[in-house]
T-cell receptor
Framework: DGGITQSPKYLFRKEGQNVTLSCEQN?????MYWYRQDPGQGLRLIYY???????QKGDIAEGYSVSREKKESFPLTVTSAQKNPTAFYLC?????????????FGPGTRLTVL | KQEVTQIPAALSVPEGENLVLNCSFT??????LQWFRQDPGKGLTSLLL?????REQTSGRLNASLDKSSGRSTLYIAASQPGDSATYLC????????FGTGTRLQVFP
């Protein structure tokens, strides 16, 4: 079964703690993305990667970091510098094409700060 | 700056009705437009993708149209069912995907 998996489904973070969200895909897609979703707002792009060992900041990258050591994996770390991290985080992937980038999404991780 | 708007924000209809969801965008320089479905607490499911050169796409009871010059897309759902209840998001693609805030649809029996 091809798809995108995210873990954990729910994550709780204490103040000042870094946490890492996992995203794995077996679709053989080159590009991967991280979005944040808040109630009443559209999805906002955090980081994206079009190829292994390369990634770019999206619109709201401050307080987040990523790595892309393998084609299948694109973990997102929410650092203590992110002041309002409580949100629903979605990972997506697509083939690497500037003009045809139909994106497919994982099931999401809900992060709550205690 | 590209902005995507979806109207209405919420819609409640009886089962069996045909309905139209609207999406408008401010910059017509897009590569494609994608419609998604999102169930509560879940990820997004891709429904239809329309290339900028296309006028419409169909999948089962769903039909999406695109009028790039006027900055509009519609998602038509025929013979709605309670299982269609979800939030529907549109997103336009230029150098990245820009999302609308969605239309929350409830279909009651």
């Amino acid at each position: 079964d091809g798809g995108i998996t995210q873990s954990p489904k729910y994550l709780f973070r204490k103040e000042g703690q870094n946490v890492t969200l996992s995203c794995e895909q077996n679709l053989n897609h080159d590009a991967m993305y991280w979005y944040r979703q808040d109630p009443g707002q559209g999805l906002r792009l955090i980081y994206y990667s079009q190829i292994v060992n390369d990634f770019q900041k999206g619109d709201i990258a401050e307080g987040y970091s990523v790595s892309r050591e393998k084609k299948e994996s694109f973990p997102l770390t929410v650092t203590s510098a992110q002041k309002n991290p409580t949100a629903f985080y979605l990972c997506a992937s697509s083939i690497f094409s500037e003009r045809y980038n139909e994106q497919f999404f994982g099931p999401g991780t809900r992060l709550t700060v205690l | 700056k590209q902005e995507v708007t979806q109207i209405p924000a919420a819609l409640s209809v009886p089962e069996g009705e045909n309905l139209v969801l609207n999406c408008s965008f401010t910059d017509s320089a897009i590569y494609n437009l994608q419609w998604f479905r999102q169930d509560p607490g879940k990820g997004l499911t891709s429904l239809l993708l329309i290339q900028s050169s296309q006028r419409e796409q169909t999948s089962g009871r769903l039909n999406a149209s695109l009028d790039k010059s006027s900055g509009r897309s519609t998602l038509y759902i025929a013979a709605s069912q309670p299982g269609d209840s979800a939030t529907y998001l549109c997103a336009v693609s230029a150098d990245k995907l820009i999302f609308g805030t969605g239309t929350r649809l409830q279909v009651f029996p």
